[in-house]
């Protein structure tokens, strides 16, 4: 038993440095679970040398292969420190064009629902009440579907609305790309165009059908994960894109040739 044991050892790597032990960047200081030995470790962990003699000597396992050989997701990478980084908060700015929209548009809806009230008869009152409050129904549910910023974290991309987030895992992203002219010629397919918030599915001829949740399409990030993308507006495209890297390695990144860093 133990010549087997051995001979299937031979056959992973072992890591070099630090007398080759090995410990998860998220285990606790005193040594690695069980759960998270070769052959059983978690989505997200890299294995990195360890600092004392504490723990047991252990199979290196290369980044995206797994001991037999198959190829792993793409994970997150630590910090020096051994720990997952924390997370990145990006806001969602408004440009002119967006607060024009959403003041001219709510003005309007509130008109409308006003109008609906003076012109329609009393009786009946249920249907008299239901029309006046269609247009307040549109400002309210656009609102609850605002971009309020966007949060980066080692596992997911949090899409902060009014009261509630969108949750993109990053493990499947594939690339991650500044795209000012990302939006440019798209038809709207189903969502908000423009009151606070550009979201919902849209298509063009560039990312084909895609899922909007922006502010200001001159920011724009596209991001694929596999057959979705989706477009995101933050504040600060480059320092998005470097979070990324930080973290996800693996992931493509790039600058379309009129970036954001371009703007005048």
């Known amino acids: 038993m133990r010549s087997a044991a051995a001979g299937s050892n031979e056959s992973v790597p072992r890591c070099s440095g630090l007398s080759g032990r090995l410990r998860p960047c998220s285990s606790p200081p005193g040594g690695p679970s069980r759960g998270n030995l070769p052959g059983r470790s978690r989505a997200g962990l890299i294995w990195t040398p360890a600092a004392d003699r504490s723990f047991p000597e252990l199979p290196c396992v290369a980044a995206g292969l797994a001991p037999n050989g198959a190829p792993l997701a793409p994970r997150p990478r630590c910090s020096q420190d051994g720990r997952m980084q924390s997370a990145s908060r990006f806001g969602a700015p408004w440009p002119k064009l967006l607060i024009a929209i959403s003041f001219l548009g709510t003005v309007?809806?509130?008109?409308?629902?006003?109008?609906?009230?003076?012109?329609?008869?009393?009786?009946?009152?249920?249907?008299?009440?239901?029309?006046?409050?269609?247009?307040?129904?549109?400002?309210?549910?656009?609102?609850?579907?605002?971009?309020?910023?966007?949060?980066?974290?080692?596992?997911?991309?949090?899409?902060?609305?009014?009261?509630?987030?969108?949750?993109?895992?990053?493990?499947?992203?594939?690339?991650?790309?500044?795209?000012?002219?990302?939006?440019?010629?798209?038809?709207?397919?189903?969502?908000?165009?423009?009151?606070?918030?550009?979201?919902?599915?849209?298509?063009?001829?560039?990312?084909?059908?895609?899922?909007?949740?922006?502010?200001?399409?001159?920011?724009?990030?596209?991001?694929?994960?596999?057959?979705?993308?989706?477009?995101?507006?933050?504040?600060?495209?480059?320092?998005?894109?470097?979070?990324?890297?930080?973290?996800?390695?693996?992931?493509?990144?790039?600058?379309?040739?009129?970036?954001?860093?371009?703007?005048?």
């Not at 329609?120 to 247009?135: I, Y």
């Not at 596992?155 to 499947?172: C, K, Y």
């Not at 991650?176 to 979201?199: E, H, I, K, Y």
Request: proline share 7%; with cysteine.
């Open 108 to 264: 309007m809806l509130l008109l409308a629902a006003g109008i609906c009230l003076a012109v329609l008869p009393p009786r009946p009152q249920g249907v008299r009440v239901m029309v006046a409050a269609l247009p307040l129904a549109i400002v309210v549910g656009c609102l609850l579907f605002v971009v309020r910023g966007y949060v980066l974290t080692d596992r997911e991309l949090l899409i902060e609305r009014l009261g509630w987030v969108n949750r993109w895992p990053l493990a499947r992203l594939e690339s991650v790309t500044v795209d000012p002219q990302a939006m440019r010629g798209s038809l709207r397919l189903w969502g908000n165009g423009g009151l606070f918030a550009f979201c919902g599915w849209f298509r063009n001829r560039k990312l084909g059908i895609y899922r909007a949740f922006a502010t200001d399409p001159q920011r724009s990030v596209v991001l694929r994960f596999g057959p979705r993308t989706i477009v995101i507006t933050p504040d600060n495209p480059t320092e998005f894109v470097h979070a990324i890297q930080s973290r996800w390695p693996g992931v493509q990144t790039g600058w379309a040739t009129d970036s954001i860093s371009s703007r005048r």
